[in-house]
């Protein structure tokens, strides 16, 4: 059996805990999560594992992205499966903030990214989320100063933020991104699918679905407000309401009209009931 990792509440703990690996020349590799940890997650650990030789994993469900609507109270919270996932994972420390050590009383500076933060996705239907990201990443960052850190592809506008995020500031982290861990019939894994009702889940594979069909007909040449037209008919008809269903160059995120636009992404948001998925595929 793998040891626990150690487990800071405090910046002064992890600092300590970062220095000593420091010390024992140790490349640290940080992996960002707000917990309720899925095979996606230990995906990014076991990433993290081959990028550093000692791996941080920091657990905080981040109040200042979430939208006074949103689900902050609900976001699920499964610390002790956590914890044994990340020890078989043979993660260092696990680096779990209260909310008063992450902003303590009289906290006033925050991050506003601009950018990819602004590229009319995300940030159209959530306008405070990558505020609260910038901020809380670029403290995970100061506070850990890890080599490299890892960003699932399945927020991929958020991991183009916090890449920008690492390179404007000059974090000295570099940002990698990990592909994305889909449940057997193609549902990208999200700590939210648990909100899905068992008939809902059935008709989130719908999503994967119409991204790849879309993407096909891109590729095999269809134009693209025909093909992303269907896919979005196609999720609509299922009984999502949807937020995006949008091609968009996989680097800069800026709209694009033809394939010689690429490299090319498509991103989809939407809602089922209660629940909101968002998800991407390459074309
Ligand atoms: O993707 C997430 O889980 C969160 O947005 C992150 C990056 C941990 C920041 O709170």
Redesign the pocket.
Known sequence: MSPSPLITRTVPALRRAVDNLRKRKATVALV???GALHDGHVSLVRLAKRRGSRVVV?I?V?PT?FAPSEDFGAYPRTWTADIAKLAAEGVDIVWHPGVEAMYPEGFATRIVPEGPALAGLEDRFRPHFFG??AT??GK?FTQCRPDVAI??EK?FQ?LRV?TQLARDLDLGVKVIGSRTVRERDGLAMSSRNVYLSPEERQTATVLYRAMKDSAGRIRAGEAIRPAMARGAETIAAAGFALDYFEVRNAKTLAPVTSRNDGPLRILVAARLGTTRLIDNVAV
Request: charge should be negative; charged fraction near 5%; glycine fraction near 12%.
């Open positions: 960002p999560t707000m920091s905080f981040n992205q609260g990201v809380v990443v995970l960003f699932g927020d958020q916090v």
